[in-house]
T-cell receptor, first 110, second 111 residues
């Protein structure tokens, strides 16, 4: 079993829909990251969370430490949101290396 | 531009060869991480350097090695290349307790 699990693996939505991607983890973490990877390959860090909720534009990330669960929400989705969204955890300990989920491929159709 | 510079962007080489990937971290970041992204394994941690010293090691093959120089740039050396080493190699940097910044990656194709 992976330390970081994401669902769904693939998600297709119509423009304007509200989208939720889920992430659960089984290890102690110091932070939870949401990353975005476009077809060109580059990775952009969207959020780093250790508690509560963060919002940036149409993106919202939440984390529940007790339940070891995080969600990424996209409101009013747009075709340009089409990308792979990756959940990653910074595990507790000396190193701040990331452990990754397998990603969610999101396609938003016009 | 994320502030993390990786070169080259693309590399095509033959089996058995040796290549060097280079990374310059974002200004002020002392930690450099190397990750490998392959189709079957996803993103995996290879190695971390912090201010010139090796901090953590992941699933890095013995044929691979890395170092971080006094100016904080880092190099990942891959030798005796095999077809299975074809992947995207990402460098990322961070400041302790802060967020990550990723480079644009080096796409390595071994033929």
């Amino acid at each position: 079993k992976n330390e970081v699990e994401q669902s769904p693996q693939n998600l297709t939505a119509q423009e304007g829909e509200f989208i939720t991607i889920n992430c659960s983890y089984s290890v102690g973490i110091s932070a939870l990251h949401w990353l975005q990877q476009h077809p060109g390959g580059g990775i952009v860090s969207l959020f780093m969370l250790s508690s509560g909720k963060k919002k940036h534009g149409r993106l919202i990330a939440t984390i529940n430490i007790q339940e070891k669960h995080s969600s990424l929400h996209i409101t009013a989705s747009h075709p340009r949101d089409s990308a792979v969204y990756i959940c990653a955890a910074t595990t507790q300990g000396g190193s701040e290396k990331l452990v990754f989920g397998k990603g969610t491929k999101l396609t938003v159709n016009p | 531009d994320s502030g993390v510079t990786q070169t080259p962007k693309h590399l095509i080489t033959a089996t058995g060869q040796r290549v060097t990937l280079r990374c310059s971290p974002r200004s002020g970041d002392l930690s450099v991480y190397w990750y490998q992204q392959s189709l079957d394994q996803g993103l995996q941690f290879l190695i971390q350097y912090y201010n010139g010293e090796e901090r953590a090691k992941g699933n890095i093959l013995e044929r691979f090695s890395a170092q971080q120089f006094p100016d904080l740039h880092s190099e990942l050396n891959l030798s005796s290349l095999e077809l299975g080493d074809s992947a995207l190699y990402f460098c990322a940097s961070s400041v302790r307790g802060g967020g990550y910044t990723f480079g644009s990656g080096t796409r390595l194709t071994v033929v």
